[in-house]
């Protein structure tokens, strides 16, 4: 039987902490190296009767590889005036995108054009890459496969407007860039790389329920062609525990006794951190030992450091690497999302077992039911509320019972061997439906 070849596309680079395409395919592709019966070079593997080619802009496991990135793709763009002009560009998000988008995407495509020629099958991250592929491709382009598994609960377009808003505030630069920021015509670029899609993968049927919401090209795809949308569950690195949880919160100031309420990600509306915070203070009338701990970036950190109550009541952490070792020192796991794709910071604190509360929104609907350990409320405070009482009330058995099912949810649904498998799997239906 001939083999196969399938492109994972991202214009970017692979790390294994901060979410979005670039974690989740550098858990895929790891997942992928697993299982694979033969490897042809760093990215190339083979498993079943599949070639898989992984073409991105590198790898960067630690954080000041990560923050060294921008830099130099500025560095390689703009010299010799980089120097220059560094302090006004290094912090805009629209600058960044554009050359990811304009440089890095183009330049991955012309270099990788022999191997994405070959490939019956193409998995990109944004309409972006499919319209560029399109583009460079040609008359090879239609027939093949396109998959489009979009990470952005919001149009990414939108989402690149609200973030590059919040970074103007304090550049002149960024904020007369993001005036004349051509937002409609990119938007028209992504949209039609998502009119050339042939199949939309999720990770559950319920996290398409945020872009029915946000795009009307998936919604109009959707109505007219549900069988076209496909589900391939994530999975994820089990969270690493090296130090002890006394040691922790030594470090953080606490003490054993103390109700630690862990919350990570970006710190805002859409995260529902603010309804978390609000929830907070309001127990701490009649609870003086819950606290909130927090860890990631976003414009509500600024806002709530200026509450007089602050200081009393959270721990804002910053940008952590040991994220196993202060979800473990921890007695819950708060994500109360508004909207919801399908958090991979939930599945990894289930590899940890510690109490997860999160709200009955898109992908996280699919967790109903799944574990007496993760509790589903509405987007209240009041529920949330309620929701923390309830978890600080129970014994300590009891709560280890709800650590060992979500370490059981975890194992049985959630780890890279399993992620591997499910994507096999959709590939294999996609090819089948195509003979």
Same mark, same amino acid.
């Given at each position: 039987?001939?083999?196969?070849?399938?492109?994972?596309?991202?214009?970017?680079?692979?790390?294994?902490?901060?979410?979005?395409?670039?974690?989740?395919?550098?858990?895929?592709?790891?997942?992928?190296?697993?299982?694979?019966?033969?490897?042809?070079?760093?990215?190339?593997?083979?498993?079943?009767?599949?070639?898989?080619?992984?073409?991105?802009?590198?790898?960067?496991?630690?954080?000041?590889?990560?923050?060294?990135?921008?830099?130099?793709?500025?560095?390689?763009?703009?010299?010799?005036?980089?120097?220059?002009?560094?302090?006004?560009?290094?912090?805009?998000?629209?600058?960044?995108?554009?050359?990811?988008?304009?440089?890095?995407?183009?330049?991955?495509?012309?270099?990788?054009?022999?191997?994405?020629?070959?490939?019956?099958?193409?998995?990109?991250?944004?309409?972006?890459?499919?319209?560029?592929?399109?583009?460079?491709?040609?008359?090879?382009?239609?027939?093949?496969?396109?998959?489009?598994?979009?990470?952005? !609960?919001?149009?990414?377009?939108?989402?690149?407007?609200?973030?590059?808003?919040?970074?103007?505030?304090?550049?002149?630069?960024?904020?007369?860039?993001?005036?004349?920021?051509?937002?409609?015509?990119?938007?028209?670029?992504?949209?039609?790389?998502?009119?050339?899609?042939?199949?939309?993968?999720? !990770?559950?049927?319920?996290?398409?329920?945020?872009?029915?919401?946000?795009?009307?090209?998936?919604?109009?795809?959707?109505?007219?062609?549900?069988?076209?949308?496909?589900?391939?569950?994530?999975?994820?690195?089990?969270?690493?525990?090296?130090?002890?949880?006394?040691?922790?919160?030594?470090?953080?100031?606490?003490?054993?006794?103390?109700?630690?309420?862990?919350?990570?990600?970006?710190?805002?509306?859409?995260?529902?951190?603010?309804?978390?915070?609000?929830?907070?203070?309001?127990?701490?009338?009649?609870?003086?030992?819950?606290?909130?701990?927090?860890?990631?970036?976003?414009?509500?950190?600024?806002?709530?450091?200026?509450?007089?109550?602050?200081?009393?009541?959270?721990?804002?952490?910053?940008?952590?690497?040991?994220?196993?070792?202060?979800?473990?020192?921890?007695?819950?796991?708060?994500?109360?999302?508004?909207?919801?794709?399908?958090?991979?910071?939930?599945?990894?604190?289930?590899?940890?077992?510690?109490?997860?509360?999160?709200?009955?929104?898109?992908?996280?609907?699919?967790?109903?039911?799944?574990?007496?350990?993760?509790?589903?409320?509405?987007?209240?405070?009041?529920?949330?509320?309620?929701?923390?009482?309830?978890?600080?009330?129970?014994?300590?058995?009891?709560?280890?019972?709800?650590?060992?099912?979500?370490?059981?949810?975890?194992?049985?649904?959630?780890?890279?061997?399993?992620?591997?498998?499910?994507?096999?799997?959709?590939?294999?239906?996609?090819?089948?439906?195509?003979?």
């Amino acid at each position: 039987m001939t083999n196969k070849n399938i492109l994972i596309f991202l214009p970017d680079v692979l790390r294994p902490r901060g979410g979005g395409p670039s974690t989740f395919i550098y858990n895929l592709r790891t997942a992928l190296e697993k299982v694979s019966k033969d490897k042809i070079g760093s990215d190339t593997f083979v498993t079943r009767n599949y070639v898989l080619h992984f073409v991105h802009a590198g790898i960067k496991k630690d954080l000041a590889n990560i923050k060294k990135d921008k830099h130099s793709l500025l560095k390689e763009f703009l010299n010799p005036p980089y120097k220059m002009i560094k302090k006004f560009v290094e912090n805009s998000p629209l600058i960044y995108f554009l050359f990811s988008l304009n440089f890095r995407m183009k330049k991955l495509i012309l270099d990788k054009l022999g191997i994405i020629k070959r490939c019956e099958v193409l998995y990109c991250p944004d309409g972006f890459s499919i319209y560029y592929m399109k583009r460079y491709l040609k008359d090879n382009f239609e027939n093949k496969i396109k998959l489009l598994q979009i990470h952005s !609960p919001d149009d990414i377009v939108n989402e690149l407007k609200k973030v590059s808003e919040f970074y103007s505030t304090k550049n002149i630069f960024n904020k007369l860039l993001h005036h004349i920021f051509p937002f409609e015509k990119f938007s028209y670029i992504n949209n039609l790389g998502i009119q050339s899609t042939n199949y939309f993968v999720y !990770p559950c049927k319920e996290a398409i329920e945020v872009h029915l919401k946000t795009n009307k090209e998936i919604k109009k795809f959707y109505d007219l062609s549900p069988d076209k949308f496909l589900y391939c569950p994530t999975g994820a690195f089990p969270l690493v525990v090296n130090k002890k949880r006394e040691e922790i919160r030594k470090v953080l100031g606490f003490k054993e006794s103390d109700f630690l309420v862990i919350f990570i990600g970006r710190h805002n509306e859409y995260k529902g951190f603010d309804i978390l915070f609000e929830a907070i203070k309001n127990l701490r009338k009649n609870y003086k030992d819950i606290y909130l701990v927090s860890a990631g970036k976003g414009p509500l950190i600024e806002k709530f450091k200026g509450d007089r109550e602050a200081g009393k009541i959270w721990k804002y952490i910053g940008f952590i690497e040991n994220v196993g070792d202060y979800i473990n020192a921890c007695d819950v796991h708060c994500i109360p999302n508004r909207e919801s794709y399908f958090d991979i910071g939930l599945i990894e604190s289930l590899s940890v077992g510690i109490p997860i509360i999160t709200t009955n929104v898109g992908g996280h609907r699919f967790f109903k039911d799944k574990s007496k350990g993760i509790f589903l409320i509405n987007t209240e405070a009041k529920e949330l509320m309620d929701a923390i009482i309830k978890v600080k009330s129970l014994k300590e058995a009891e709560r280890e019972k709800l650590k060992k099912e979500n370490k059981k949810l975890y194992q049985s649904n959630f780890t890279l061997e399993k992620f591997a498998q499910n994507f096999l799997e959709m590939i294999d239906t996609v090819l089948k439906e195509n003979n």
